[in-house]
């Protein structure tokens, strides 16, 4: 399961919901047919972009009443059921204890959150010292296997924009 999204709040009188989406883009939504909500499978009658929002209309909830019990719910869908996400993109979850190297193998280390705060990803990592982050941008990113659990990055590039902590 992965999360998707967040109910804010009621929206209208019929049911259905205002909710932020975690995904690139909330139109992604229009491809789910169904998502969890505290481990109950409901089934999306329809969901609509509203802005950077989704609005969604579950099957069996129905009232503004209804749609009130599920305001600051997380949005969970199985990784089945979510629109592939491209060529060259990834999900988040499918990246996450992925090992990264340099282009001549030399272990930095496992990837354990990838944080979006502002134009760039930043890829957090843990290798038994401390920790290391750096962002996704320009040529540091070499090539990126989920088959196979390892990210490449360039040396030289990562070096520049590397920030360690202990």
Known sequence: MLAVGKILKAHGIRGDVKAE????????????????VDGKELAVERAKVAGNFVLIKFKGVDTMNDAELLRGKLLSA????????????????DLLGSKVCDEEGCFIGTLKDVLQY??????????GKGTVMFPFVGDVVKEISVKEQIITVCKSEFEKVAVYED
């Not at 989406?21 to 969890?36: C, H, N, R, V």
């Not at 089945?80 to 060259?88: F, H, I, K």
């Open 78 to 93: 199985e990784k089945t059921d979510l629109p592939d996400p491209g060529q060259n993109r990834y999900y988040i979850g």
């Open 21 to 36: 989406s975690y995904m690139d883009t909330p139109a992604s939504f229009s491809e789910i047919k169904k998502l969890f």
């Open 118 to 127: 502002g134009s760039a990803d930043v890829y957090l990592l843990e290798n």
